[in-house]
């Protein structure tokens, strides 16, 4: 950053009464800061920011991961508080410890799949279903699709339905 450019933003911060307060840095080198709303020169009123400053002044030079999650929460106002580097590092480790974990599973895993397709396990249980337990029929024959009457005999209004019941029982 040129010196000019300096000079410029340092005058538009004396002009539009922006002040910066330090909330905090990470430990990859990154700064924090928060600009509460004001009401500049002009009379507008201008709401509060959230600003990082890198170490790493290009963009290209980022990766995922490079700013802690804590801090983007913050940053997108998904927390109104800063984290603090305590809570920062118990996440971390927190995490270490669940990608540990997750490592152990899949070797477990594939251990018990590999004895599975070796035959030192039986294999699973196969149900049959038939039906749905909502459905009248359950556990009975289910009702045919041919019809059991032909048009020429039916007679509209004819049809009660037997004692309440349903006609597939």
Request: hydrophobic share 25%.
């Amino acid at each position: 950053m040129g010196w000019s450019q300096g000079l410029f933003r340092a005058l538009y911060r004396m002009l539009s009464k922006e002040v910066k307060e330090h909330v905090g840095t990470d430990h990859l080198g990154n700064k924090y800061y928060y600009i509460p709303q004001y009401t500049n020169w002009r009379g507008q009123s201008i709401r509060e920011k959230r600003i990082i400053e890198a170490p790493k002044k290009n963009e290209i030079d980022y990766e995922v991961g490079d700013i802690p999650v804590e801090w983007e929460a913050w940053m997108r106002r998904k927390r109104n508080t800063p984290p603090t580097m305590e809570e920062i590092l118990k996440n971390e480790k927190h995490r270490e410890e669940m990608e540990i974990k997750s490592k152990n599973f899949y070797k477990e895993e594939k251990f018990l799949s590999k004895e599975a397709n070796e035959g030192h396990l039986p294999p699973p249980v196969q149900i049959q279903v038939k039906g749905h337990a909502s459905a009248p029929y359950f556990r009975k024959e289910e009702p045919s699709a041919t019809p059991t009457s032909t048009g020429k005999t039916f007679q509209p209004g004819s049809w009660v339905p037997q004692d309440g019941k349903s006609h597939n029982q």
